[in-house]
Nanobody, 124 residues
């Protein structure tokens, strides 16, 4: 059974940092695009970051560029999201996802596997 399990969320003050992890099991995701989405209360899933499996290029939501970094450790079958300079508006449940689209997609519909999410709360 394929599973993606996120961890690393929590409560942090504005300006602080968190590192989210997404551990995959049941298959390897070396040849999959890996992404992070987030869902704030009352909103739909929104794209945050993704890394292409083909060339490992990273793509980011404009509002997180320069603050967030996506990376992966294929040997550990784990994807990370380093989040620095956090802002209250970053508060959301963060999900990792895996997809096989030819080009990295910002649409949740193009991702086949999802984790259960981890809560990130940034206080002002």
């Amino acid at each position: 059974q394929v599973q993606l399990v996120e961890s690393g969320g929590g409560l942090v003050q504005a300006g602080g940092s968190l590192r989210l992890s997404c551990a995959a099991s049941g298959r390897t995701f070396t040849n999959w695009n890996m992404a992070w989405f987030r869902q704030a209360e009352g909103e739909e899933h929104g794209f945050v970051a993704a890394e292409a499996w083909t060339d490992h290029n990273a793509y980011y939501l404009d509002s997180v560029k320069g603050r967030f970094t996506i990376s992966r450790d294929n040997a550990a079958n784990t994807v990370y999201l380093q989040m620095n300079s956090l802002k209250p508006e970053d508060t959301a449940v963060y999900y990792c996802a895996a997809g096989r689209s030819v080009r990295v997609s910002q649409s949740p519909d193009d991702y086949d596997y999802w984790g259960q999410g981890t809560q990130v709360t940034v206080s002002s």
